[in-house]
C-alpha cells in the first residue's frame, strides 16, 4: 500500500512539472513575435521611395541663404498587435484518493500480572540461653594395673625326654610328608618314568605353624619341585600339630627330604 501511494504522488508531480513547462513555453510565444515586428519597423522609408528624374543643371544663381532644413517628421510607432490571450491552463487532474489503510486491529492490553504478596517478615528466632558450663568430673584415680601373674615354672624334663619326644615328632612329620608324597605324585611323571628326591626347609613355630619355605635341593625336573612344594602349602596348609611339652623350643628350623620312586 505504501509503494502505490509513493508512485502516484511522483505521477501527479511529474504531471504538473509538465503543465507548467508547456504553459510557460507558450507564454512566451507573443513576446518573440513582438520583438521581431518592433525590428522591421527599424527599416528607413526612403528605400521604398521612387528615384527623381535628373533636371539640367540650372546656371548658377546667387546662392540664397540657407533656409533651415525641415525637421523630419516623426514616424509614426506602429500599434502593437494584440497579445494572443493565454489559453486556458488545463485543470490539474484529481489525485487519486488514498485508499484508507486498514486499521491494524488494536492489540489486547496485557493483564496486569498480579503483584506477589508481601512475604510475612520471618520472625527472629529467640536467641537460646546460654547453658551453663559443666563442671568437670573429677579424674577418677588411676587404678593400679594388675601386675601379670607369673607363669608357672616349665616342669623339667631330663636330655633323653626331650630327645625322645624331638625324634617322635620328626618321625610323625617325615611319615606325613611321605604319604602325601604318594598321593601327589604328578601323572606325567609317572607316564614318563621321571623320579627324584627334593630337599625342603622350613620353621615349626611351638603352635605348629609353619613359615620361610625354601626348596634347598631340587630334583631336577620342575615337576617334582613344585609338587613337594604344595604338599606343604596345599595339603597340609602351613601347619602341623604343636610342639609336645617335652620339646621346649619357640621354633624349630627343620629340613626335609620329599621322595618319588616308582615302585
Known amino acids: 500500500?505504501?509503494?502505490?501511494?509513493?508512485?502516484?504522488?511522483?505521477?501527479?508531480?511529474?504531471?504538473?512539472?509538465?503543465?507548467?513547462?508547456?504553459?510557460?513555453?507558450?507564454?512566451?510565444?507573443?513576446?518573440e513575435k513582438q520583438e521581431q515586428q518592433?525590428?522591421?519597423?527599424?527599416?528607413?522609408?526612403?528605400?521604398?521611395?521612387?528615384?527623381?528624374?535628373?533636371?539640367?543643371?540650372?546656371?548658377?544663381?546667387?546662392?540664397?541663404?540657407?533656409?533651415?532644413?525641415?525637421?523630419p517628421e516623426p514616424k509614426p510607432e506602429p500599434k502593437p498587435e494584440p497579445k494572443p490571450e493565454p489559453k486556458p491552463e488545463p485543470k490539474p487532474e484529481p489525485k487519486p484518493e488514498p485508499k484508507p489503510e486498514p486499521k491494524p486491529e488494536p492489540k489486547p492490553e496485557p493483564k496486569p500480572e498480579p503483584k506477589p504478596e508481601p512475604k510475612p517478615e520471618p520472625k527472629p528466632e529467640p536467641k537460646p540461653e546460654p547453658k551453663p558450663e559443666p563442671k568437670p568430673e573429677p579424674k577418677p584415680e588411676p587404678k593400679p594395673e594388675p601386675k601379670p601373674e607369673p607363669k608357672p615354672p616349665k616342669p623339667q624334663f631330663s636330655a633323653v625326654q626331650v630327645m625322645n619326644a624331638e625324634q617322635a615328632y620328626l618321625s610323625k612329620l617325615h611319615q606325613q610328608i611321605i604319604q602325601y608324597a604318594q598321593d601327589t605324585y604328578p601323572n606325567r611323571a609317572k607316564r614318563r618314568h621321571w623320579e627324584g628326591d627334593v630337599m625342603l626347609s622350613f620353621t615349626i613355630n611351638a603352635d605348629g605353624k609353619i613359615q620361610n619355605l625354601q626348596l634347598e635341593d631340587s630334583s631336577g625336573r620342575d615337576i617334582l619341585d613344585k609338587a613337594a612344594l604344595e604338599i606343604i602349602t596345599e595339603k597340609m596348609q602351613s601347619r602341623f600339630m604343636a610342639f609336645p611339652e617335652q620339646i621346649q623350643r619357640n621354633n624349630w628350623t627343620i629340613r626335609v627330604p620329599v621322595s618319588y620312586r616308582l615302585h
Open 1 to 31: 500500500m505504501q509503494r502505490s501511494s509513493v508512485i502516484a504522488t511522483l505521477l501527479t508531480t511529474f504531471i504538473y512539472a509538465l503543465i507548467i513547462a508547456v504553459a510557460y513555453w507558450l507564454w512566451l510565444q507573443p513576446i
Open 38 to 71: 518592433l525590428r522591421t519597423v527599424d527599416l528607413n522609408m526612403a528605400m521604398f521611395a521612387a528615384p527623381t528624374p535628373q533636371q539640367p543643371e540650372p546656371k548658377p544663381e546667387p546662392k540664397p541663404e540657407p533656409k533651415p532644413e525641415p525637421k
